[in-house]
């Protein structure tokens, strides 16, 4: 009997929490220390510097926006963006400095070899999977909102699954056809 009134008031939060959410922060805690375990989680299985820095790139830029929120009042225009921006760089740039692998690209635009558009231009694998997990961070409440707009409804968690969805979708691209 008391087992069954556990199990009954268990499920009644749990029920209660899915479909009474009031409010969702795209970049909670919870966001930045799932993008940031992926990481971590990723290079025990061998997976490519350069998928695993779009997981660093997402935890980088959810911790931005995260702390970014804590500073109450605004000192200086553009704070928000310059805090977000300083946070990606000071978490970014001393990993790929630790990790020294990178990917080439070939640019050929014409002209002779070696002039400004027919080069061979190499860039860290780390910042460049950075890159693209901050762009899918920054842009993934934006199309959560649109997908809101257009079928006017909404999912608990909806940004949330929006972003790990795509972090998945682009380190996966990105293992499967860089070298």
Same mark, same amino acid.
């Given at each position: 009997?008391?087992?069954?009134?556990?199990?009954? @008031?268990?499920? $009644? #939060?749990?029920?209660?929490?899915?479909?009474?959410?009031?409010? !969702? +922060?795209?970049?909670?805690?919870?966001?930045?220390?799932?993008?940031?375990?992926?990481?971590?989680?990723?290079? +025990?299985?061998?997976?490519?510097?350069?998928?695993?820095? /779009?997981?660093?790139?997402?935890?980088?830029?959810?911790?931005?926006?995260?702390?970014?929120?804590? @500073?109450?009042?605004?000192?200086?225009? +553009?704070?928000?963006?310059?805090?977000?921006?300083? /946070?990606?760089?000071?978490? /970014?740039? &001393?990993?790929?400095?630790? /990790?020294? =692998?990178?990917?080439?690209?070939?640019?050929?635009?014409?002209?002779?070899?070696? =002039?400004?558009?027919?080069? !061979?231009?190499?860039?860290?694998?780390?910042?460049?999977? =950075?890159? #693209?997990?901050?762009? #899918?961070?920054?842009?993934? &409440?934006?199309? $959560?909102?649109? #997908?809101?707009?257009?079928? $006017?409804? =909404?999912? &608990?968690?909806?940004?949330?699954?929006?972003?790990?969805?795509?972090? @998945?979708?682009?380190?996966? !691209?990105?293992?499967?056809?860089?070298?």
């Amino acid at each position: 009997m008391f087992g069954s009134l556990i199990k009954k @008031i268990g499920l $009644s #939060i749990f029920l209660n929490q899915i479909l009474f959410v009031v409010r !969702t +922060y795209a970049h909670c805690p919870l966001c930045t220390i799932g993008a940031g375990a992926v990481a971590v989680g990723a290079s +025990y299985f061998g997976i490519k510097d350069v998928a695993i820095g /779009v997981y660093i790139g997402a935890f980088a830029t959810a911790l931005g926006f995260w702390s970014a929120r804590l @500073i109450k009042k605004t000192y200086i225009k +553009y704070q928000k963006e310059l805090i977000i921006a300083l /946070v990606f760089v000071l978490t /970014v740039i &001393p990993v790929s400095q630790i /990790v020294k =692998s990178y990917i080439p690209f070939y640019v050929n635009w014409g002209g002779d070899y070696g =002039s400004i558009f027919h080069r !061979t231009y190499i860039i860290n694998s780390i910042f460049f999977g =950075s890159l #693209i997990g901050a762009v #899918i961070m920054i842009t993934s &409440p934006w199309l $959560s909102r649109k #997908i809101k707009e257009r079928f $006017s409804i =909404s999912i &608990p968690f909806q940004t949330m699954i929006i972003i790990f969805l795509l972090l @998945i979708i682009a380190a996966l !691209t990105l293992q499967l056809t860089i070298e």
